[in-house]
C-alpha cells in the first residue's frame, strides 16, 4: 500500500494524477487545481517527485514539484508529505507545500514564497 500512483483528491477539490513509480521510485503525472485555488487561469500542470520505497518504509514519504501553467506569471509548488494507512486500509496524504512566485526584484523577494 502507499503507492501514490493514480488519483488523488484534495479536501479542497484539487486532483493529483501520478504515473506509474519507476525502479528508482520516482513518478510524473499532472495536477489540476480545484475551485478553491482561486486562480481560474491555472491549467493543468505537470508534476515530478519521488517517494520512499514501501519495501523499507511502510508509510513513505514524499515529494514533488508542480510547475504551474499560468498564462500571466511563473509559479512553482514544492509538496512534502506522508502517506499513512489507517486500520481499515485507507490511504491519507498529509502535506505542506510552499509556493514561490516570481519577484520583480530582490527588494520583493519576501512576498514571493508563501
Not at 493529483?16 to 521510485?25: F, G, W
Not at 498564462?71 to 485507507?90: H, I, K, M, S
Request: aromatic content about 12%; some cysteine.
Amino acid at each position: 500500500q502507499c503507492l501514490l500512483s493514480g488519483s488523488w483528491r484534495s479536501d479542497t477539490s484539487c486532483r493529483m494524477v501520478v504515473s506509474t513509480l519507476d525502479k528508482d521510485n520516482r513518478f510524473s503525472g499532472f495536477y489540476l487545481p480545484g475551485p478553491a485555488a482561486g486562480y481560474p487561469e491555472l491549467l493543468t500542470s505537470p508534476l515530478e517527485g519521488s517517494q520512499q520505497d514501501t519495501g523499507l518504509v511502510p508509510q513513505p514519504i514524499f515529494s514533488f514539484t508542480v510547475n504551474w501553467q499560468l498564462q500571466e506569471t511563473a509559479r512553482t509548488t514544492v509538496f512534502l508529505g506522508q502517506c499513512y494507512v489507517d486500520t481499515n486500509g485507507e490511504e491519507t496524504l498529509h502535506v505542506l507545500w510552499f509556493l514561490r512566485e516570481v519577484a520583480n526584484s530582490p527588494a520583493e523577494d519576501w512576498k514571493a514564497t508563501r
